[in-house]
């Protein structure tokens, strides 16, 4: 084993980077952090023992630390630590044993606080409304109260685990339990990796509930002040006001702040900031005749989240156009054709009338979409929450998305953080990537790029040279082409139904709960995850090394490139790729796009999107080649296979027969035969249910190979015996040459970096 330094508050590893060793600590600790929830790994502990295939936390030095490293792929791993080094059987197993017991203390903790949490707001909540029935006064809106349940748990601990590993722990067995396990190598592995897949399970569970309390926490307490502790200082003044005993509210207001600092999820600034504004306010200050009701405005009429003319669909659409610039005609005139489309027999119809309503609303949508867009990024301010719903879920009407959902819509715009990381864009997030300059427009349907755009513009005398030049930088038209091109085109396209699609959200669309369809980037993530775990390549693509001075002229190296994925702001039933990379440059990423809300199964739609990649990404690495079975890849073997299908004597006739009815759904287009045959690949072969034709699965083989534990469970089955005996013999080739050619970069002076190590790590995956 190698041992490491690490600083204070050096990242030993990120949340969602793949787990390529374990980390065992030999002195120092390291902070486990998701969120707010931390757990302090001393001396013993190993890092990477609570994950799987990808860290679920980030690990960061405490302090000055020396830790001991080992490669981890699969359990086979710990037989090559373990072999011949008896002492590290109790040293791993015991920090395996150890770690399982803190998550599952900390489990319990957060267990306790998610029911607390909930019970507390439930009946703070249901006092709110009692108290207000008393004093007879007017109980204002709260509307993240409609929504607000239970946090359903996937993955649960069960009383069993616990209790059993706390008798392990607490109760003097664990010295006699070690001395037993020690014994074996096969009882010891197999008793660590029990205890990691229970840790595992443990520690996503606390994930779930730090995601649960980081969603809901703002209904107590919020920076916008639309929380319950504000409900309750506004009750105070009111009953303050009237001379009613505000005693038992205050003593409510104080068991509140209490309870906000306990659960220690508040950030502190706030919190003090909120108690300071309470304890210092003198309810005593308003004369009675000042007087009004929560939730009346000063001419007594109602007040709500929305108001009277919100409810009607007209403020919010008002709001949006007005920010927009529109003129009070063009405001009416957009509002009278959302109400001759919402009165439409039949919204979904592809007659005339309800085409060209849809067509004129595309219109309006988009020339607002690019105006709100170009104000907010030349405004200072946030926008507001009414802004944010039209820019991110292409609302603007309530009647449209209909009353719940715009609430809901309403109450998300606090975490679009959840629909966005480092590669996962909202389309509003994506579009400032454009203006910032941070990513260049994608292309469009023509496959033209931005400059290729007005390259063709000029070509056509439509713009001069000097206006070529002045157009390249121009971050304004820059976003316009995005909007007019991709933004347009992949909205319609991701919706699934192109003929009845319209970009306003509608109630229609939302046949689920809003928070069952929304797209997080944590779900995404979980979906492309599980392909790379199947197909481990998918993402790789060759780039150039080069350092002529220690020798290296031209080195082709491995590198993973994950795509971009853009969601699109509607209720969609589709996805797609839209292009294989970001340019010219082979390590850009590609770009997806999926709709931000969907009933449809997100693995489903990234398998076949990602099968669409495949062949894409191939075509362009080939170029012209790419159908041409003398320069042999993925495409040009495929190609080969569905063109000359009938000639082959591999193939049965029952084989043949399904090629051919392959070729007929697929409108006789060869990439999306192999698409179909993608997605069993990774659905059903890649788990030793066969469907595809002894072909087709050698060129999948071939081209999209199994992760190494998927090979080794398949190696027993003839249909692939050959095959993957093919595979290790080439991949041992050219491990071999490679570490041959470290070898003279090194003694030549040259220094092994992280993406040479990613590179002879590629080919152990």
């Known amino acids: 084993m190698e041992t490491m330094k690490v600083q204070k508050n050096q990242v030993i590893a990120k949340q969602k980077e793949k787990v390529k060793a374990w980390y065992l600590i030999l002195e120092g600790s390291v902070v486990q952090r998701n969120s707010y929830a931390r757990v302090i790994l001393e001396k013993d502990s190993v890092i990477g023992i609570s994950e799987n295939d990808r860290y679920l936390c980030d690990y960061v030095a405490r302090q000055d630390s020396v830790l001991a490293v080992f490669p981890y792929d699969t359990a086979d791993d710990l037989i090559k630590v373990l072999n011949g080094q008896e002492s590290m059987r109790g040293t791993l197993l015991r920090a395996a044993l150890k770690q399982r017991q803190m998550l599952l203390e900390m489990y319990a903790g957060f267990q306790n606080l998610v029911r607390q949490f909930h019970s507390f707001v439930e009946a703070e909540y249901n006092d709110y409304t009692m108290f207000c029935s008393q004093f007879r006064l007017e109980r204002q809106s709260f509307n993240r109260m409609d929504n607000f349940k239970p946090l359903e748990m996937v993955h649960k601990a069960e009383n069993w685990e616990v209790n059993n590993s706390t008798s392990l722990m607490k109760k003097g067995f664990l010295d006699e339990y070690l001395h037993l396990m020690q014994k074996d190598d096969s009882l010891c592995i197999g008793a660590i990796m029990e205890a ?86 003198d309810f005593t200050q308003y004369p009675i005749n000042e007087f009004a009701t929560p939730g009346m405005d000063e001419e007594g009429q109602a007040e709500d989240e929305w108001d009277e003319s919100a409810e009607e669909g007209e403020d919010c659409l008002v709001h949006i156009l007005t920010y927009a610039g529109y003129k009070e005609e063009q405001i009416e005139e957009t509002r009278g054709l959302i109400l001759k489309y919402r009165e439409l027999p039949d919204m979904l119809s592809t007659d005339a009338e309800a085409f060209n309503l849809r067509k004129r609303l595309s219109q309006i949508f988009y020339d607002t979409y690019y105006k709100v867009f170009m104000k907010v990024m030349k405004d200072d301010d946030v926008p507001t929450p009414i802004v944010q719903m039209f820019l991110n879920f292409g609302f603007m009407d309530v009647q449209m998305a209909g009353e719940e959902n715009a609430n809901i819509l309403y109450d998300l715009t606090e975490h679009l953080d959840m629909c966005n990381s480092e590669h996962i864009f909202t389309i509003f997030e994506w579009l400032k990537t454009i203006y910032t300059g941070q990513n260049e427009p994608s292309k469009n349907e023509f496959d033209l790029d931005y400059m290729g755009y007005l390259a063709e513009q000029k070509k056509m005398g439509k713009i001069t040279m000097e206006q070529m030049r002045q157009y390249a930088d121009n971050r304004e038209m820059k976003v316009r082409f995005e909007i007019q091109n991709m933004f347009m085109s992949g909205n319609r396209i991701t919706y699934g139904r192109i003929s009845t699609f319209c970009p306003i959200l509608g109630e229609n669309d939302l046949i689920n709960t809003v928070d069952k369809m929304l797209v997080t980037a944590q779900r995404l993530d979980d979906a492309i995850n599980k392909i790379r775990k199947i197909d481990f390549s998918v993402f790789y693509r060759e780039v150039v090394f080069s350092d002529p001075d220690k020798g290296i002229n031209r080195e082709m190296i491995m ?46 739609m990234m398998v076949e999107t990602t099968g669409r990649y495949r062949w894409e990404i191939c075509r362009k690495i080939q170029g012209v080649h790419w159908n041409d079975i003398r320069d042999k890849s993925l495409t040009a073997e495929y190609c080969d296979y569905i063109q000359f299908y009938k000639k082959n004597n591999d193939l049965s006739t029952d084989a043949k027969e399904k090629i051919r009815t392959a070729l007929l759904r697929g409108k006789n287009n060869y990439r999306e035969v192999f698409v179909k045959d993608y997605q069993n690949w990774i659905k059903y ?58 070898d003279k970069y090194v003694k030549s002076g040259g220094k092994i970096t992280d993406e040479l190590r990613e590179n002879l790590e590629y080919y152990s995956l």
């Open 196 to 281: 990691c897949y229970q840790t595992r399970r443990v520690t996503q569970g606390i994930i779930e509930m730090v995601e649960y309390l980081k969603y809901n926490q703002d209904i107590l307490l919020s920076e916008s002040e639309k929380d319950m502790f504000h409900l309750y200082f506004e009750l105070v003044i009111q009953a303050e006001m009237n001379n009613y005993d505000v005693k038992p509210l205050k003593e409510r207001m104080d068991k509140m702040a209490e309870v906000i600092k306990k659960l220690n999820i508040y950030d502190e600034k706030l919190v003090a900031y909120r108690m300071d504004e309470y304890r210092n306010h």
């Open 559 to 604: 590198k993973e490139v994950l795509p971009n994925i853009i969601l699109m702001p509607n209720a969609g039933t589709r996805a797609m790729m839209w292009q294989e990379t970001a340019g010219v440059k082979r390590d850009t990423p590609a770009r997806y796009m999926f709709p931000i809300f969907t009933a449809v199964d997100l693995d489903d």
């Open 685 to 742: 072969e890649s788990k030793g249910s066969f469907r595809l034709n002894k072909v087709s699965r050698e060129i999948l083989l071939t081209y999209c190979p199994f992760a190494k534990e998927i090979r080794e469970d398949l190696k027993g089955n003839p249909m692939y015996q050959s095959a993957l005996h093919r595979y290790d013999i080439l991949t041992a080739k050219k491990v071999q040459r490679i570490k041959g050619v470290y």
